[in-house]
Structures are given as C-alpha cells and as structure tokens.
C-alpha cells in the first residue's frame, strides 16, 4: 500500500517555519489591534523625546571628555619659557 501524503523533507523545519509563521500574523495582529492613529503618535512623541535627551547626555559627556583630556593633557606636558627674542 502506497502513501499519497507528501511529508516535508525536513519535519523540524517545517514545524520551526509553522510556529514562526503563526507567530508573525500574532505580531501583526496585536498592532492591528493596539496601535491606533492616537497610540502612534504617542509612541512616537516618546521616541523623539528619547532621542533629545540622548543627543544632549551625548554632548555633555563629550563636552566633559574634552576636559578630562585638556587637564591630563596639561598635567602630562611641562610647560616651556616663552621665547620672545631679545637678548
């Protein structure tokens, strides 16, 4: 007796697949469903506001750098007597 049933080449796979699948139109269903116009523009007032306050903490830790830097800098040279050429 014959089997007419295909069965996949690789069952472990295709379960993998299956399961990835069913999970993405889960994904997609759920922001369907929440993200409305009103929750888009909250999230995104969120996201914008994220990034001006990780713009401004990035410019003052490179601000505070730069100082860091000049004070070693200053406290690692000797400073030398000005050369103003008389004699």
Known sequence: MTQTNESPVNPGR???????????????QFLGRHLTKENLDVL???????DQEGEAEQEQDQEQELEEFAAA?????????????SD
């Open 14 to 28: 295709f379960i993998t697949q299956t399961c990835f699948d069913n999970r993405v139109a889960d994904i997609g």
């Open 73 to 85: 800098s200053a406290e690692a040279f000797i400073e030398l007597p000005a050369v103003d050429g």
């Open 44 to 50: 995104k007032a969120a996201i914008e506001a994220q």
